[in-house]
């Protein structure tokens, strides 16, 4: 009988408007290793054409906090004091290690460095724009954050940047291609 070898946990961390959703999906196509999506809990409500278990896993908020209160998650946090949790489970993350899987997780920085106190092997990579002025352009392009919005994401952006040293690559998405050749010799190496 043949024993899978477990899987490595990968994690990938970024201010928003940095394009981590955009070149990981692009990854996710790209590379050879069998990397599999971590996919997050929220207690927001989803959006059109969101489908439960695949975007996101839905929760309400009563079951998210049971959740959090059986010590479920493997990280979570309130994000932008906007009343909306998101956390990762670690059951499905401990099942897709033990299939021999590579799981990705998408997070901010605080749930990065939780994560790492349980799992300090992972590969962490930090993924952002090269600039604060190129962040900006990229929120502002969206067309759909408000100047309030802009400013409390650049403001959360610098004091992510500020971990930076605490992740053991750095990614500048210049471009969408170069950000996915670049992760992709990231993990690779295995490093």
């Known amino acids: 009988m043949e024993t899978v070898k477990p ?7 970024g201010p928003s408007g940095a394009g981590k959703s955009t070149v990981l999906k692009q990854v996710l196509v790209n590379s050879a290793l069998p990397l599999e999506l971590s996919v997050s809990a929220t207690t927001r409500q989803p959006r059109p054409g969101e489908t439960d278990g695949v975007d996101y896993r839905f929760l309400s908020e009563k079951e998210f ?21 998101y956390g990762t489970l670690t059951k499905s993350v401990a099942a897709g290690l033990t299939a021999g899987k590579w799981v990705v ?3 901010d920085v605080e749930g990065a460095m939780t994560v790492l106190e349980r799992h300090p092997d992972a590969i962490t990579i930090f993924l952002h724009p090269g600039s604060d002025e190129e962040l900006e352009r990229r929120l502002r392009d969206r067309g759909t954050e408000t100047e309030e919005s ?6 959360v952006a610098r004091r992510e ?10 990614v500048v998405n ?18």
Do not use: P
């Open 7 to 13: 899987g490595k946990l990968v994690i990938i961390s």
């Open 65 to 85: 906090f049971r959740r959090r209160e059986n010590d479920e998650f493997l990280e979570w946090k309130e994000v932008f004091s906007c009343g909306d949790y």
């Open 105 to 107: 997780l998408e997070i």
């Open 150 to 155: 802009i400013t409390r994401r650049l403001d």
């Open 161 to 170: 940047m500020a971990y930076l040293d605490k992740y053991k690559h750095e």
């Open 174 to 191: 210049n471009t969408v291609d170069q950000a996915v050749e670049d992760i992709c010799k990231i993990l690779t190496s295995g490093e």
